[in-house]
């Protein structure tokens, strides 16, 4: 596969060839003195300074609110209209290559026998461009959990930046190949001189064998062990790990609106709140903040791989960033890993 | 100080007049710190104090955390300011005053955001909160350590968020209103600010009362709106700008104008400051002849 | 574009007030063509909704043999609840279903049958209870043990009744004790008691329990006692749920999804399970 050259001068006009025709460009950018995925119109717009967004392109395929259906209560009955989407063409530019695995796990869950058409249908016009990183922070783990900046998987155009600043870009899906072809004015022959920087491969950390962990936690009896309590007792069960995390499915179904009329919204929820799995009896199956905390970990890392696909966690580390009491879900898989 | 500390919580521990020393300590790396609670004497080592302790351990005195609770009776290392926050516990009867050991910490100032930390601790990246500081020697303890500091705050608060409220106060109610707008809409639900809140300890919040449903769940600028404006009544005489709901935020929104605000506006109206007696109840809980009636108008 | 969220519309053809707090609709769907082609099996939940207030879900209490409509009997206690009880006969209402597995009636056939249900877990049960009284040819002895705490809370006293009166069912209520009426012909005594009491025969038998957790728990112990083995005793779960379709993540019981791999379980399963109940 030869590789193209994107040039940075170019960025502006290829947000433009998307944009100009309804379609979306999603790049990281900064608001509120943070690196965020946000939609943008102008290459000035954009950063390329940045580890990684804090929060997930997931928004993109899996909003944070969204209509699924519209209601009005007639005096004879009611009105009932499903919503339909039709998502315009979507691209993520500035994926890391932790991120872009997260897609097939959302995907295994949203089309698992049922097929939730407000996710497919948005990632079908989603085109993910990847570009690889060149640096990473303590919280990068992706090389622990088998990816690296190096994995292609998810991504539909690969990237690695060159000394100066350019794109060096290859196809790694037809609809990468798609995307390449129609836009093709802006990918370049490269020459020989265009090098890509070094690529940053964060070490692995060595306590952690994602098998064992696995494995330890098909037992079911070591639901009860006591390591639970004592390494997740300080969460506070806010929820920032799963709002920012890349396969982080969750939702509620709510009904909203006025007397007569309203919507039913499909929104983000989170396993960490405490009335997440409240039955309306009052009993509540999770009734610790330590076994919420540990159904996260036992969904990433059991749940995820035994079901759906085996990329629960990809690494991306933003779950450790983000956290006020800094919980560290790295050290809770070193811990497990040595029992 | 680190290691009176140590020796105090050892000390606790064995004794047996304390079960479990909540406390910071290092993660893996040691390049931030996490909350701990130390139940054993001879894990005591692991407790540390710098100027990435951020947190406000407060909030793990609250009802909610029962299998806190139910280690034993607990000391707790805090700064002044977390300290005031346990005050606010007091005198809401949430804790008793003898039902925790407070190992007071003398603090120069900590980090806004640990991130921020590059081994060396300026005002650059100290939060306003730690400029104008009248409790940088604890206020209401049971042990201290650390050196006192003679630090004195400023007769004028200084600081980036009395800059901001300068700023808005000048805008217009309507500019003030689309500034708002605009900062909560980013908003996403997480309730991340109510989590870390040690005074948002309502075992059923609002949000989570559906019958009728006050606060919508989406995170839309209605629902957004709701959910930050009622939290901030809830605060307003009981809120002593720990800072602790702005630093959870993952989104950035700038609480801390709010919640000073409402400091600044209870100080007006009440003479009050929560968080320094604990005998003392927060003006919003309590009626005298002598509150002003000045807003009926 | 396929809508899995969109509820199906059905009107409200009968309303059955069970106790004070506790209803029973009958629903036909709105669709003339669903009514026809709608099929499901015994053991099946669906979600209902009350349009502005939200979605609850119930497993269907109609038997697969009595077809155009579908039944659900709900206690009301929440916002979604709260707003199906006020709606009366002719009212429209949301249904998204059915989801889940469900009783293996075919491979019980020649066996005989124990029904121990406590409170508002009948209602899951009535919809094995008429599949099997509707080809009552296919199974053996039928035992039914259903309590509740107060007379008052018995469901379903017309159907009683009528059991009562067969001869081809042996039915047994009770209430816990203090909770009988001074006209009450019943037994008083807890469900778990009074199953060991009536000691139906393991041999060649099936049980299917639905009830709160505690009665579940001594209900299985008494089941143990009189020698059924958990592959032979079934129960339907109850979690909460939003999606019903394996999507929204809060119905995990471990590594179990209720809503896809249940809500139907043999005691040999719930066994196997994580302690995350």
Known sequence: MTDKLLKRENLDKLIGSVTVGG??????????????????????????????????YKDWVFPQTE??????????????????????ETVVFGARPCEAASLASLRSVFTWDFIDEFYTRREDRLTVLTVACTA????????????????TVGSDVYLKETADGDYLASAITDKGTAFMEKYSTLFEGASAEAKPKELFIPEKIDGIDLDRIKKWLDNKDHYDDPLWAELSRKCFGCGACTFSCPTCHCFDITDEGTTYEGEKRKNW????????TLHAS????????????????????????????STGCVGCGRCIRVCPVRHDITEVMEAISGR | MENALREKARELLTSGEVQVVIGYGWNRRKTRTTPVFITRSEDADRLVFNPLCVNNLSIYLTRKYKDIQALGRPAIVAKGCDIKNIVVLISESQVKREGVYIIGATCNGVVYKQELWAGELNPGIMPTKCHNCDVRNPHVTDFVVGDKTDFTPPEEPTGMVFDRIRELDKKTPSERWGFWIEEFSRCIKCYACRQACSLCYCERCITEKNMPQWVETSAHPRGNLSWNLIRAMHLAGRCTFCGECERSCPVNIPLNLVNQKLVLTVKDAFSYRSGYDEKEHPPMIVYSPEDKENFIK | ??????????????????????????LVFQDEKLRDTFEFKTG??????????GESTFCIASSPTRR???????RRVGRVTGGLFDLSIGDTMGFRGPYGNWFPLDEWKGKNVVFVAGGIGLPPVRSVIWNCLDRREDFGDITIVYGARRVADLVYKNELEHWGDRKDVNLVQTVDPGGQTPDWKGKVGFVPAVLEETAPSAKNTVAVVCGPPIMIKFTLQALEKLGFSTDDVYTTLENKMKCGVGKCGRCNVGDVYVCKEGPVYTATEIKRMYNDF
């Open chain 1, 282 to 309: 009052g009993h509540n199956p999770r009734d610790a903040q330590f076994k919420r905390w540990r159904n996260r970990f036992m969904c990433k890392f059991n749940i995820y791989p035994k079901k759906f696909t």
């Open chain 3, 68 to 74: 155009g409509y579908v039944q659900f009997t709900f």
């Open chain 1, 67 to 88: 209509v699924i259906a519209r209601f009005a209560i007639k005096k004879d009955g009611v009105d009932l209209k499903g919503e339909k989407i039709e998502p315009p």
């Open chain 3, 1 to 26: 574009m396929e809508n899995i969220y969109l509820p199906h519309l059905a009107t409200i053809t009968d309303v059955y007030e069970e106790t004070p707090d506790v209803k029973s609709f009958r």
């Open chain 1, 269 to 276: 929820d989170a396993c960490q709140f405490e009335h997440f």
């Open chain 1, 136 to 151: 990473a922070d303590d919280e990068c783990f992706c090389t622990t959990v088998e990816l690296s900046p190096e994995s």
């Open chain 1, 23 to 56: 379609g979306v460009f999603v790049a990281p950018g900064m608001e509120a003195r943070r690196v965020v995925f946000r939609e943008v119109t102008r290459a000035d717009e954009m950063t390329h300074d940045y580890i990684i967004p804090v929060n997930s």
């Open chain 3, 44 to 53: 099946q939940f669906a979600l209902y909704s009350a349009f502005g207030l």
